[in-house]
């Protein structure tokens, strides 16, 4: 009944450009749901965007990612940079608990001002996860987080995303993943600007390494970065101002570019905007338009196949629709 | 520059319809691939779908769900059904190894020309692994597969896309699986037609059982089916026979709906050209109407934030497109 009820975003941004923990919270809840009231204020937030770091950390399960986010964590709160992680939990229902724990252990453990820490655990749309990524790390920015941390284990579409929200990928490998290293390379190549073979103090960590440095050789150029690969020990706190320094190297790179950071940057959003207009745009006109009421019709009486069922009415679209 | 290069898929149906497996192994790739070529093909076998039963297998990795496949494999070659199994692996590129490296061996141990074993790893679009599936399991019932089998881990969107691809969803636990048993009752109460306590003999077998038969009690129903749990242990191949009879019971009971099998797959098949359209009409309206550009332009140039734009472009396509 009351002013909350009717107008629930009020003084949330005022709150959030305070510094407000709280509104910060707000915010990154209304974008984990894709509460169409995040988008206005999204919007409001939007010219605040754009002067964090942002590092995506991945890899398989059990190679050490949430102690290497500590170990980082710890390294920027010693430079006084103010820190926020993002734990992006794809892998559900049947493993996310672990990752999800993990993180909750720490957020107590640290009660420190200059770190946010955040658990997302995304189901449901698909490309949900890639847009919930890239405006939480905007959240997270336009609050005032130097270092944007992005955690997620490696699996499926997690990768993608990963790309899509942050600068510079970390891939953490760990020792002993035996027969899945080979599947694992092709991926590596592709995303990681970074490889860590983390637990370097276990047999098989220097094999690892001399694997990956292989494939990195074999593998097609990527520009003119080469990926670096690093041994750690993360658990030991061995290794971690190389991460940074090698981190900080591949943002530099970035920045001189071509095609430069900002270039970089402007092409992601708009593929992240592109991916938000498809959806809408395929929902209005199914619904909105009635398209998906002939698309009902044609599939159930016509005896046609799917496939001409949909080049029909994608025909019919693109006749009635002006280009720009 | 022969015959072949000129028209790839000439004779590709008519020796699919003979039986030629190879000719099914190619549509599958085609499928898989998201080949355009494959879709006039798919409209010509589609007059052929709808015989198969199709299960759906999922759980976490380690559940033994491979094994269980296979002992659901021999006891349909036992009754002399045709079987067609396809292991699905969304986990790439961090985990792909071990699912695929198990179904190698298996069809490379069962040289029967009454089951057709086929492993699919999609990487890359948004909701292609589940158009994936979908096709696949069309194409394999149209090579007239009377029992089709889909195996795929547990993770991310893999779930939404094994139910879009099948009739009935058996998902596979085994005990020991920890802090991890909160964060599956979610989702299996969801998905899970039939659960499957595997690894009986281990011990918490029992009181998995008890926990998934206390969450099922305490879930919102989903009408009139209640998910059986079962206790089995595939490698000694105690228990199959009564999870093939609880799956022919599903059947039996979508059968006699509300809303029937016919119906209910009818929704699932819009749902997938829904899903198909719906990318088809974003891309086309943004790359070909030019609508692409202008968002690039307005999101350089305005100082508006990404969804004020985004919203103006979904207007103006809403107002020039006539409704049906």
Redesign the interface.
């Known amino acids: 009944m009351g002013r909350r009820s009717l107008r629930p975003a009020d003084g949330l941004i005022p709150a959030f450009l305070r510094g407000d923990a709280r509104a910060c919270g707000r915010l990154l809840t209304m974008a984990e749901a894709g509460d169409p009231a995040f ?2 204020l ?3 937030i ?2 605040r965007i754009g002067r964090a770091s942002r590092t995506g950390i991945t ?3 059990g190679a050490g990612k949430s102690t290497l986010v500590d170990r980082l964590v710890d390294l920027h709160r010693r430079r006084s940079r103010r820190v926020g992680v993002l734990a992006v939990d ?9 990752l999800l ?1 993990d993180r909750i252990r720490m957020s107590t453990a640290s009660r420190d001002a200059g770190v946010f820490v955040r658990s997302m655990a995304t189901r449901g749309s ?2 949900g996860l ?1 847009r919930c990524a890239v405006e939480a790390c905007d959240v997270l920015d336009a609050f005032g987080c130097e270092e944007i941390l992005v955690e997620t ?7 993608a995303d990963i790309v899509s929200a942050t600068d510079t990928v970390v891939v953490v490998l760990h020792p002993g993943t ?11 190549m ?1 995303i990681g600007d970074l490889l860590v073979v983390n637990k370097a103090d276990l047999p098989g960590a220097e094999r690892l390494a001399a694997d990956v440095e292989g494939a990195i050789e074999l593998a097609a150029p990527r520009g003119a970065w080469r990926a670096p690969v690093l041994l750690a020990s993360a658990e030991r706190g061995e290794g971690i101002e190389e991460i940074a320094a090698a981190i900080e190297r591949h943002r530099e790179f970035l920045v001189e570019g071509p095609p430069g950071l900002e270039a970089a940057r ?1 092409s992601k ?2 593929a ?15 619904d ?9 019709r044609s ?2 009486s016509s ?9 029909e ?2 025909e ?3 006749r ?5």
Chains 1, 2 share one sequence.
């Not at 035996?178 to 590596?188: E, L, N, S, T, Y």
């Not at 909105?288 to 009902?296: I, R, T």
């Open positions: 988008r206005p999204y919007d409001r939007f010219p890899g398989p399960p794809p892998t559900s229902p049947f493993t996310g608990g672990a724990g698909l490309g890639a284990v490696g699996v499926g579409q997690a990768e035996g027969d899945a290293v080979q599947a694992m390379k092709a991926g590596m592709e402007r959003r708009e992240h905007l592109r991916r938000v207009l498809e959806e809408a745009l395929g929902s209005m006109i199914l909105e338009k009635g398209y998906a009421k002939l698309l009902a599939l159930g005896g046609r196949g799917p496939y001409a069922v949909a080049t009415i994608l019919r679209v693109r009635s629709l002006p280009s720009q």
